[in-house]
Antibody, heavy 120, light 107 residues
């Protein structure tokens, strides 16, 4: 079955950097778009970024464009999110997600999330 | 950016009753790429409906989605105790945006 396990969340100071990882299993990783969605404490869902199966297409929300970089290593079945110039408003639980199918890009599979706290 | 507005903010209902949740888009959602998710406290969201009206794998048939263009609806025909949760709509026709959520609570 599809499993997505995030790691790398931590407490970081404003202006700092952090790299999240997502280990995938149970499916042909390179066949699917993958992405990141975040949820601030007590708030709703916010799409951050997604990447095509071969890694050549990357897309970002305006709120993180120029600060965050999504990447993937298909050989390692892993997804990454490099976060630079972090701000207090980036504090959130970050979910790794996979598109539902090759024919539909809704987010059919979610990890349990990795908590990022930006505070001095 | 396509802005999604969900209503009502909170729905107070009893088990066995039906629920109707609305999601209105600020402009037409291309190809009706509209999804619905359920999130329970402390859990990750779960995909219920994609493409406005298709149920995801394993989703009970008491959940149904309808609508097109700018107006979409999630209907729960008879609320089970496990259905009390927060529901989000999401469009993925032009970039990706989420609605702010509707909480379905026990009356």
């Amino acid at each position: 079955q599809v499993q997505l396990v995030e790691s790398g969340g931590d407490l970081v100071k404003p202006g700092g950097s952090l790299r999240l990882s997502c280990a995938a299993s149970g499916f042909m990783f390179s066949d699917y778009y993958m992405g990141w969605i975040r949820q601030a404490p007590g708030k709703g869902l916010e799409w951050i970024s997604y990447i095509s199966g071969d890694g050549t297409g990357t897309y970002y929300a305006d709120s993180v464009k120029g600060r965050f970089t999504i990447s993937r290593d298909n050989a390692k079945k892993s997804l990454y999110l490099q976060m630079n110039s972090l701000r207090a408003e980036d504090t959130a639980l970050y979910y790794c997600v996979r598109e539902y199918s090759a024919y539909d890009m809704s987010f059919g599979y979610w990890g349990r999330g990795s908590l990022v706290t930006v505070s001095s | 950016e396509i802005v999604l507005t969900q209503s009502p903010g909170t729905l107070s209902l009893s088990p066995g009753e039906g629920a109707t949740l609305s999601c209105r888009a600020s402009q037409s959602v291309p190809s009706n790429y509209l999804a619905w998710y359920q999130q329970k406290p402390g859990q990750s969201p779960r995909l219920l409906i994609y493409g406005a009206s298709s149920r995801a794998t394993g989703i009970p048939d008491r959940f149904s989605g309808s609508g097109s263009g700018t107006d979409f609806t999630l209907t729960i025909s008879r609320l089970e105790p496990e259905d009390f949760a927060v529901y989000y709509c999401q469009q993925y026709g032009r970039s990706v945006t989420f609605g702010q959520g509707t909480k379905v609570e026990i009356k």
